[in-house]
T-cell receptor, first 114, second 114 residues
């Protein structure tokens, strides 16, 4: 079974630009969550999508948004990029409705904002 | 407000000895706890979990202990192997009205010396 895939793997953008990251979950997984990882901060939860609906959201500004398509693929968008948005962005998929919280992560997209 | 804390940024252990990674949490609503392992350039991978109704869960060389009264959990790796060198994240989950959200600690870098 193919794992979670994320594209692109690396991205360099300048301040003020916007960026879209993509995530394809494991086949059959309907829940996709997004996390931001920065040194010393661990993984910060951005949001979770399930069946094309955002059902949970972290404490990030409105510049961070996402969506999920009918095939469960998800995209995350960051508008008006700031230097502090430089991070590893991870997406994780789960069967959905699973109480355990056991998520399967993709390799991440390394975003650098200059 | 860090609800999940891993107070040791790094740990160095000799091959064959025991590695003990610690995690503290503040939210008494957390009822499911997980450990993830992360290698460079890869996403975190699920390692082991424990429900709050248990105080110990074992899987091969990995054992997780939960002390609910102290709001503390630990991961024991015995014996430690060089391939265990990675970043270990502790995560906690609470039952929310909708969806599932994991709160992660900042991670502990484990180095196993041969």
């Amino acid at each position: 079974k193919a794992g979670v895939t994320q594209t692109p793997r690396y991205l360099i953008k300048t301040r003020g630009q916007q960026v879209t990251l993509s995530c394809s979950p494991i086949s059959g997984h309907r829940s996709v969550s997004w996390y931001q990882q920065t040194p010393g901060q661990g993984l910060q939860f951005l949001f979770e999508y399930f069946s094309e609906t955002q059902r949970n959201k972290g404490n990030f500004p409105g510049r961070f948004s996402g969506r999920q398509f009918s095939n469960s693929r998800s995209e995350m968008n960051v508008s008006t990029l700031e230097l502090g948005d430089s991070a590893l962005y991870l997406c994780a998929s789960m069967k959905g409705g699973a109480r355990s919280g056991e998520q399967y992560f993709g390799p991440g997209t390394r975003l650098t904002v200059t | 407000d860090q609800q999940v804390k891993q107070n040791s940024p790094s740990l160095s252990v000799q091959e064959g000895r025991i590695s003990i990674l610690n995690c503290d949490y503040t939210n008494s609503m957390f009822d499911y706890f997980l450990w993830y392992k992360k290698y460079p350039a890869e996403g975190p991978t699920f390692l082991i979990s424990i429900s709050s109704i248990k105080d110990k869960n074992e899987d091969g060389r990995f054992t997780v202990f939960l002390n609910k009264s102290a709001k503390h959990l630990s991961l024991h790796i015995v014996p430690s192997q060089p391939g265990d060198s990675a970043v270990y994240f502790c995560a906690a989950s609470a039952r929310y009205k909708d969806g599932n959200k994991l709160v992660f600690g900042a991670g502990t870098i484990l180095r196993v010396k041969s």
